[in-house]
Structures are given as structure tokens and as C-alpha cells.
């Protein structure tokens, strides 16, 4: 049986914290920022983590990384 592959987006994307969770960023950081509000901005730039529902799809799409 050949070996797994890693989805390479999905690696890209997450990162596994110390304590075993998966950590992500947030999404609409990238274009059209003038209308967004400061405060709305600067929430966005802190990570957060992966829905427990989630959790299982992402630890598939990285085999070994997790």
C-alpha cells in the first residue's frame, strides 16, 4: 500500500499547539480593508483554534504532522 500524502494546503494553513490542539488563523485579512473597522482588523489577527466537529477532518488531511 503506498504511503499517505499530506494535503499540502491543509499544511500550510494549520499548526499543532503544545497541548495537541490545532491552531488556524483567522480569514478576511487579505483585500478590500478600508471599510473594515480598526477594531475588527486587529481581532482578526490573532489565531484561533479548530472546531472540535473539525478537528478529525484536518488530523486526516495531515498524516504524520499531527
Not at 499530506?6 to 490542539?21: D, V
Not at 483567522?26 to 472540535?52: G, N, P, V
Request: hydrophobic share 25%; glycine share 6%; no cysteine.
Amino acid at each position: 500500500m503506498p504511503k499517505m500524502k499530506t494535503h499540502r494546503g491543509a499544511a500550510k494553513r494549520f499548526r499543532k499547539t503544545g497541548s495537541g490542539r490545532i491552531k488556524r488563523n483567522q480569514s478576511h485579512r487579505r483585500h478590500i480593508l478600508t471599510k473594515k473597522s480598526t477594531k475588527r482588523k486587529r481581532q482578526l489577527r490573532s489565531a484561533s483554534y479548530i472546531h472540535a466537529s473539525d478537528v478529525k477532518l484536518i488530523e486526516r488531511m495531515l498524516p504524520g504532522k499531527l
